[in-house]
């Protein structure tokens, strides 16, 4: 009989958050680089979005020293939580690009790839709908644009095809393109999963940790140099990839890398609740203009409906660059009834806004040896990452080889899956499937509106990355994310987690310090606590 | 998978389950089985913990007095102890069969099914979300709660959840939120709502006087949520500004109807109102509501009573 949450082999990596005292257990504090071993790293990922976590997960099929580190408090928490879930086929991409190589590899790559990592992806299809006579007219260079990316199966569907297919869309639409391969995905799981056996197969892991700057090595040849951390560690390193998304020109500066610009192009979404999913059955895509590929409705993954995004561009380092406006809602609203039919009337149960990594320069800049030997800099990944987060880590691992004259020797005992006895995940429930082994708290509800157990809450805060904020939890197992937004359950949930965690409940944060649940600075009051 | 027969099955154990309880046991009907998902029976009132310092809200009509939520709801469990009725709790109905009158149950042991004669729906109301509201984005910082939060971790914990809370909302819930803070030790909260005037009433707002004097902004357009990671301050489209470290929405109760409207039976949307026959009948035979699943804002005992006589209704049909 497996266990829920037992991992075989062993974890061999180190995972740490850099946080004041109390607020999570001793043994995962980061309080200096000693903790990490005194030999440098052969490689530090500076940003653990889904493309550090997947360049993580790639590397640590090799015998490297390998750390991850992110300022965020969790893995895949920055630009990678908050994208339409699509895994692309990429169709629509520019034939000839590095984009369009990378994504063709990715289409090719996903059924095996989510099976080994257990990342739920359903392959619903998506038709590309025009609602203009222009637009109609677009559909042929569209179909052979699609034919020149390889996604041979993508055909014109006339008006009276889509409405048999898609009984909801609009009386507007003219015609479509139909893209069988479009499929939805589970965003936060891949970074997740490829972070879990990263760690697992010995790759570090430092989160709550923002690097400041690069001291350059000055030796010649192989230099080592040295990442300083905001609050002053030193951690050093032989090579440096700079993945930090938003973050990457900062960083750039800091060790003289060539020149490039990069901004946020913010993307709004609306969720409806779980009685919108049967409005549709594909994802509906609008036609693309020069500038974004409009506002989409497509179900997700979780079964609810989602519409967005808006396309909005903001300076860098704007601090609002994640914030919703009831102007952008209003935006995607307009948007998604353009293509479906009584969306208005769909109750809404969260926004939402990430910001897309625009660069200057282009789609997937890479840059090795950028300012200092050793550093690479890999920017504007912008709104495909999660899509081509393996093969993009394939062509860099490849591209490192060459360049950096990385040396590969196989680790033979490294894991390239997830272990059927990971946590049950929120699409595989300790009560079905026949899994034999749950246990009487798998079947206590603590969130209601996902119908999640508190045996479930025990089993994430226990897996690899251990989850120690809400809204790490939230992002492995669905609580908080239902119809309610935690009105029932985000206090039993603050209990479960301090409970098993020995955490004060004071202390709980939503993602980091800074972000504390009640007023801080307050004790709690043993007596009042009732279990 | 086993199929347990009741007569009667109520679907949630606040006032009014355990009023359609009581009722039906009155009237000799049995045997009945109430699921409730939580630890105990007692519903929402059970959360309103008695506090030396603390704000009674719960008005109980036949003694003419304002209680805590937990005094009152103490006194309707133990009428409902009385009554032979089975009790499951722990125990959540995942998903209803309406024409077989079939509920699926998880608990501890796992997935069971249950079939009944008759279907009391009492699954009570939950508060809008931010985002549900249309007129309120921004930043998705910590401490934006709901009312049930401030009673979880003032009452359960003795923690504040905000020292300078913003109220969204102005009705008798919004009231009594700021008032419980407030008792406890916050400053005095800053209340805004779209409405040009409070929507608790003259009365309703006097008894919470004693309490609270809320900072009062009627009419505000659009607003935004400002501050990373926690909340700094809020601010409208017309140019006001709030400060504040924590944001309470209140009220503008949504019923817990979703379980009707997944099986398909009649529900208006966006709204999630039951389209209701007479004596509470929902749209299939032997389904009925009672309580605040009904939409609107009822008060506890109200709820017990409506439930008691929904049982009226069942009994009838039975
Ligand atoms: C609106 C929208 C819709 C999208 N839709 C899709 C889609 O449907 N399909 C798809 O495939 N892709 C989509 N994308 C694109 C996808 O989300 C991104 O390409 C992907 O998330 C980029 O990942 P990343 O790892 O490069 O960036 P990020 O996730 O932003 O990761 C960068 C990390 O670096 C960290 N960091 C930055 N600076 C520092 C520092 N100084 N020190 C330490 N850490 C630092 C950050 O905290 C962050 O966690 C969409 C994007 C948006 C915004
Ligand atoms: C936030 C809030 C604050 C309030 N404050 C006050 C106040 O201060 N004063 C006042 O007089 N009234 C107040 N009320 C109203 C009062 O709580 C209600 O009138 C009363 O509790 C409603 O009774 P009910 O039985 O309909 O619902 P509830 O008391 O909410 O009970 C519903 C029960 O059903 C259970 N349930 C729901 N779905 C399922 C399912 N699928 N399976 C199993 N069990 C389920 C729930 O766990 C809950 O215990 C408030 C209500 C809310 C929501």
């Known amino acids: 009989m497996t266990q829920f949450g037992t991992w075989q082999p062993k974890i061999r990596g180190r995972l740490y958050y850099n946080w004041p005292r109390g607020t999570c257990e001793e043994a995962l504090r980061f309080t200096g680089s000693e903790q990490l071993g005194l030999e440098p790293y052969d490689l530090v990922i500076i940003g653990a979005g889904v493309v550090g976590c997947g360049l993580a997960y790639q590397l640590s099929q090799y015998e490297l020293r390998v750390l991850l580190v992110d300022r965020l408090h969790d893995v895949g928490e920055g630009t990678s939580k908050a994208n339409s879930a699509i895994i692309h086929t990429g169709y629509d991409a520019k034939p000839g690009t590095l984009e ?13 790839l989510a099976a080994r990592l257990k990342i739920p992806v359903d392959p619903i299809g998506g038709i590309m709908l025009s609602v203009t006579d222009e637009q109609e007219r677009q559909l042929t260079a569209a179909e052979k644009n699609a034919h020149a990316n390889q996604a041979t199966d993508v055909r014109i569907l006339s008006a009276a095809e889509i409405r048999e297919r898609e009984p909801n869309a609009s009386p507007d639409v003219r015609g479509g393109l139909l893209v069988p391969g479009e499929s939805v995905g589970d965003p936060f799981m891949a970074s997740i999963a490829y972070a879990e056996v990263a760690l697992a197969n010995g790759v570090d892991i430092l989160l709550g940790t923002g690097i400041a700057g ?32 938003l973050g990457s020109r900062r960083l750039a500066d800091g060790y003289g890398g060539g020149a490039f610009d990069i901004n946020p192009r913010r993307g709004q979404f609306v969720l409806f609740d779980k009685c919108a999913r049967s409005l549709v059955r594909h994802m509906l895509l609008p036609m693309p203009s020069a500038h974004t590929k409009g506002v989409l409705v497509s179900p997700t993954i979780f079964g609810n409906l989602l ?37 208005t009337q769909q109750p809404v149960i969260a926004t939402y806004a990430g910001a ?19 550093v690479v800099t890999v920017t504007g990944v912008r709104s495909t990452g999660l899509t081509t987060s393996n093969s993009l880590a394939r062509y860099l691992v490849d591209g490192m080889q060459k360049e950096l004259g990385l040396e590969l020797f196989s680790d033979t005992v490294a894991l390239n899956a997830r272990p059927e006895s990971a946590w049950p995940g929120w699409w595989r429930r300790p009560f079905e499937d026949g899994v034999s082994d749950a246990r009487s708290d798998h079947g206590c509800a603590v969130c209601f509106c996902e119908v999640i157990s508190e045996g479930e809450i025990r089993d994430a805060l226990d897996s690899p990355i251990r989850p120690r904020t809400m809204d790490a939890l939230k992002r492995r197992t669905r609580a908080l994310m239902g119809r309610c937004q935690g009105f029932d359950c985000k206090v039993p949930l603050a209990e479960l987690v301090s409970g098993h965690t020995g955490i004060g409940i004071e202390q709980l944060t939503n993602n980091g310090p800074g972000s504390e649940l009640v007023a801080p600075g307050q004790t709690v009051c043993p007596k009042e606590v009732s279990v | 998978m086993s199929e347990v027969h009741f007569k009667v099955a109520i679907i949630g154990g606040g006032p009014a389950g355990i009023g359609a309880a009581v009722g039906l046991a009155k009237r000799g009907v049995g045997p009945i089985v109430l699921i409730e998902r939580r630890g105990e029976v007692g519903g929402t009132p059970m959360g309103y913990r008695k506090k030396p310092g603390g704000v009674p809200t719960f008005v109980e009509w036949t003694r003419g007095r304002v209680v805590f939520g937990e005094e009152l709801a103490g006194r309707l469990t133990k009428r409902l102890a009385q009554t032979s009725t089975t009790i499951r709790l722990n125990t959540q109905v995942t998903k209803i069969y309406p024409a077989e009158k ?63 809370p913003i109220v969204v909302g102005s ?21 805004i709502d779209r409405r040009r005037s409070p929507e608790a009433s003259f009365f309703e707002r006097l008894f919470f006087r004693r309490w609270t004097r809320p900072d009062w902004s009627g009419g505000v357009s659009t607003v935004e949520i400002k501050g990373h ?6 601010e409208s489209s017309n140019g006001q500004e709030w400060q504040g470290d924590g944001v309470i929405i209140c009220g503008q109760l949504v019923p817990n109807t979703e379980l009707a409207l997944m099986a398909g039976m009649a529900v208006d949307l966006p709204s999630r109102q039951l389209q209701l026959a007479q004596g509470q009948a929902l749209s299939q035979p032997g389904w009925f509501a009672a309580g605040n699943v009904l939409g609107g804002f009822h008060g506890a005992q109200w709820c017990y009573f409506n439930g008691c006589s929904v049982a009226r209704s069942v009994a009838r049909f039975l």
Request: negative net charge; aromatic residues 4%; glycine residues 12%.
């Open chain 1, 356 to 374: 897309r990594c625009a660069c200057n320069q282009g789609s997937y800049m890479i840059r090795y040896n950028d300012g200092a030997p050793g």
């Open chain 1, 307 to 343: 519409a967005g995004p808006t396309a909005e561009d903001l300076p860098l380092d704007d601090p609002e660059a994640t914030h919703t406006t009831v102007e952008g809602i209003r935006k995607v609203m307009e948007g998604g009834s353009r293509l479906v039919n009584g969306l």
């Open chain 2, 229 to 234: 990671g926690s909340p700094t301050h809020l």
């Open chain 1, 214 to 245: 690069v001291e350059l090595g000055q030796a010649p040849g192989a230099p080592v140099h040295h990442l300083v951390t905001d609050d002053g560690h030193r951690l050093p390193a032989r090579r440096i990839i700079n993945v930090a998304g």
């Open chain 2, 171 to 191: 009705d008798l819930i919004a009231y009594s939120a700021a008032a419980k803070l407030c008792a406890l030790g916050s400053d005095e909260p800053v209340m």
């Open chain 2, 102 to 164: 079939r509920l699926t149950l998880l608990g501890p042991d796992g997935f069971e099914d249950i079939v009944a004669d008759a279907v009391v729906l009492a699954a009570g109301a939950r508060e809008q979300t931010p985002a549900e509201k249309g007129w309120l984005a921004g930043s998705r910082t910590a401490r934006v709660g709901f009312t049930r939060h401030v009673t979880g971790w003032l009452d359960r914990h003795g923690l504040l959840p905000a020292r300078k």
């Open chain 1, 100 to 112: 369009s190589e990378l994504l063709q590899e990715a289409r090719a790559a996903w059924p095996d």
